[in-house]
């Protein structure tokens, strides 16, 4: 059965829409019609080299686009795009589409309560000349790792963009991670300089990280440089401490602002290192391709989001999330970002619409959970917020179910385009997103991305009916497919993280549905990763803590759907005489809120008797998982011992 049409954008909003613009400019090279995304969508699977291609000409990407073809090689691993442009990221974040205004905003922060920010396009390219100067300075270029231990600020855009000018590679983690974790993903990868904050608020509170900080730095030996941004006022303090620390102000300071340089650099030039949740072990580190992130990002924001220059781009995320990484991709657009630091309920649920209405924000980022929270408290922000502005939301992180849908067209706006998207940190994008020319069906993704050709396969390797539940996959190559892993010369880890479940084709490890009117339905990621709240994390960082504990024999972390939310739920088996205290079960939880982040606390610590493992010594999650919400166990024939499945079944304490 079709689900409900909750939106259909009128004739005047299609006709004027980037698809239309774009449709019309390769339709003309093509020689075929193209008048909506149904069209657009057709065109480029049909031909993918002349899509890709005409994407580049059309918003005039700076660089060497170099000699036809455009294409080559014989299948997903083996294909490249543009094997002959030079580009680099940064310049056409600054100057995509001409000379920006700069005295217009470029960039808009608020932390909560506590902090406010406007840097306009002058601002934000006299900063990054500075930092871009000081880096070069330091030695950073081609080949050199800069990090960010950041919140959202105008700071970390301006070091993001300074580091990959010069060719550097930029990866990030969010300022609430524990040390461990921290290090969990820094550590591999050797960062030459670390730009970092002295603190963060959140819900009001003050939290200072010097210390922490402290440790990481010194156990980063390839750092010549800690720059520390001052956020709570103690920058100089922190700096003082810290090997080879200094304040971004007293770095800046050194230097005079200059017209910028860029090096160009091939398609395939390293630009991001983007982490994994660390599931299963230590956070992969996914190598992304300059060339690639800029036609995906360019191609979602004005194709799929339909952002426009002068447009205020909003999401709620924080540099631990990939999300940042496309938001910021927003300044090709000639769009002003807002940044938001801090809770998005403090003072109160207005917060994010109060922001909007003053910003007049057009697109409005956030996740299904930070939705459905404002379901549950019943806050209607369309009768109190000014919202004529926002044209646009985004949601993402985990699916918007139809309450979701209902809620955002009930109270926020009716006239809206609501764009539920999926993709990951694999490929820094979307396969499937919004289409602005089409209706919203209820509790539907609208389509698969322009130039992706994702389906639905069986376990068995074939397609899917419509409305049958299968795998997600996506059958041909596309420019954001990562570089790889960092660490992994042959290839081997890469190939079997997507391509072992189907040889030769991407899986996304997403449990999804493919509907009868185009659309998409996500019911969550195939393996044992948790998404409470609608933020992914790992379940490696939660064991880190745990065993720590020699109370704790073993333990097993898995999810637990409750409603359409999930909590986190850790079972451990304990040492002989040991007892699960109140006092034990408190002591796991601050040690993970420590090590790791809030996030990571589970909901509810239970003891049991055992802990299924396989054969090969594992602790089995995604068999827990299944026992506690009744599913039946795929494979119990690799479990070494089975019977330990009975420790979780009809669990009193389970029940929702």
């Not at 401490?241 to 200059?258: D, M, P, Q, R, V």
């Not at 796991?588 to 049991?608: E, K, M, Y």
Request: hydrophobic residues 40%.
């Amino acid at each position: 059965m079709t689900a409900e049409v909750m939106w259909t954008p009128s004739e005047d909003r299609v006709a004027s829409s980037e698809i239309a613009a774009f449709g019309s400019h390769i339709g003309r090279r093509a020689g075929r019609r193209v008048e909506d995304g149904a069209d657009l969508a057709a065109m480029a699977l049909d031909n993918p080299e002349e899509f890709w291609s005409a994407l580049w000409d059309y918003f005039g990407v700076i660089g060497e686009k170099g000699d036809a073809p455009f294409m080559t090689g014989d299948d997903m691993l083996s294909t490249r795009f543009f094997p002959g442009a030079r580009l680099n990221f940064a310049e056409n974040l600054m100057c995509l589409g001409g000379d920006r205004d700069p005295d217009a905003p470029a960039l808009v922060f608020r932390g909560e309560d506590k902090a406010r920010l406007c840097w306009s396009w002058g601002e934000l390219q006299s900063h990054v000349s500075r930092l871009q100067q000081a880096l070069a300075e330091a030695g950073v270029g081609a080949g050199d790792r800069v990090a960010g231990l950041l919140p959202n600020r105008p700071e970390a855009v301006a070091a993001m963009l300074a580091t990959v000018s010069l060719g550097a590679t930029w990866c990030s983690a969010s300022p609430d991670f524990g040390a461990r974790a921290v290090l969990d993903r820094f550590g591999q990868i050797a960062p030459k300089v670390l730009f970092a904050t002295d603190g963060y608020w959140y819900a009001g509170k003050r939290f200072e990280i010097g210390q922490k900080l402290g440790a990481i730095v010194q156990q980063l030996p390839s750092l010549t440089r800690t720059v520390v941004i001052d956020y709570l006022g103690s920058a100089q303090d922190v700096a003082d401490k810290l090997h080879n620390g200094i304040t971004f102000s007293a770095l800046e300071s050194g230097y005079a602002a200059a017209p910028l340089s860029f090096v160009r650099l091939p398609f395939d030039h390293p630009l991001y290192i983007v982490f994994s949740s660390g599931t299963t072990g230590a956070p992969k580190c996914i190598l992304h391709r300059a060339g690639g992130v800029l036609l995906q990002h360019l191609k979602e924001h004005a194709l799929h989001a339909d952002i426009r220059p002068e447009d205020r781009l909003f999401f709620f995320t924080t540099l631990g999330w990939m999300m940042w990484n496309w938001l910021v991709s927003g300044l090709a657009r000639g769009a002003t970002l807002l940044l938001y630091d801090g809770s998005p309920f403090h003072p109160g649920p207005e917060v994010l619409f109060d922001y909007a209405s003053e910003e007049h924000m057009t697109h409005f980022g956030t996740s299904a959970k930070y939705i459905d929270s404002l379901r549950k408290v019943d806050f209607r922000p369309g009768a109190e917020h000014d919202l004529g502005d926002l044209r646009a939301m985004m949601s993402t992180g985990s699916p918007l179910l139809g309450d979701g849908f209902d809620y955002v067209y009930d109270t926020i706006k009716q006239d809206l385009h609501l764009a539920s998207i999926s993709g990951g940190t694999d490929i820094v994008s979307c396969f499937v997103t919004g289409d602005p020319t089409a209706p919203v069906h209820r509790g539907e993704i609208q389509r698969a991305g322009f130039g992706l050709t994702v389906d639905v396969w069986r376990d068995d390797g074939h397609q899917a009916e419509d409305g049958e539940k299968g795998e997600l996959v996506c059958t041909a190559p596309f420019p954001s497919m990562p570089l790889g892993f960092w660490d992994d010369a042959d290839g081997a880890r890469y190939r079997g993280a997507y391509f072992q479940r189907f040889p030769g084709v991407w899986c996304q490890g997403d449990f999804a549905e493919r509907r009868d009117t185009g659309g998409f339905v996500i019911h969550g990621r195939s393996d044992a990763t948790l998404n409470p709240g609608g933020v992914r994390i790992g379940t490696a960082e939660i064991y880190a803590e745990v065993e720590k504990f020699p109370q704790v024999k073993e333990a097993v972390v898995v999810g637990q759907d409750i409603g359409d939310d999930m909590r986190v739920v850790l079972f451990v088996s304990l040492t002989a005489g040991a007892e699960l205290s109140d006092g034990l079960i408190k002591e796991i939880r601050t040690a993970i809120r420590q090590g790791s982040s809030p996030r990571h606390v589970p909901a509810l610590v239970l003891a049991v008797a055992d802990i299924p493992r396989t054969k090969s010594g594992k602790i089995s999650e995604l068999a827990v998982r299944d026992v506690i919400h009744g599913r039946a166990v795929k494979n119990t024939d690799s479990l070494e011992n089975p019977e330990a499945l009975d420790c979780f079944r009809d669990l009193p304490d389970l029940r929702p």
